[in-house]
């Protein structure tokens, strides 16, 4: 996977956290995500 979709990945993080108010919540979906489209 290209550097950018890595990197556009981790704003879309940053903005969940923010959104959410959440830090747990955000990493559950970020660990889970790349296993299914890896």
Do not use: F, N, W
């Amino acid at each position: 996977m290209p550097r950018t979709v890595l990197v556009a990945m981790l704003q879309v993080v940053s903005i969940c956290r923010l959104l959410i108010g959440d830090v747990h919540y955000p990493v559950k979906v970020v660990t889970s995500v790349p296993r299914e489209e890896a």
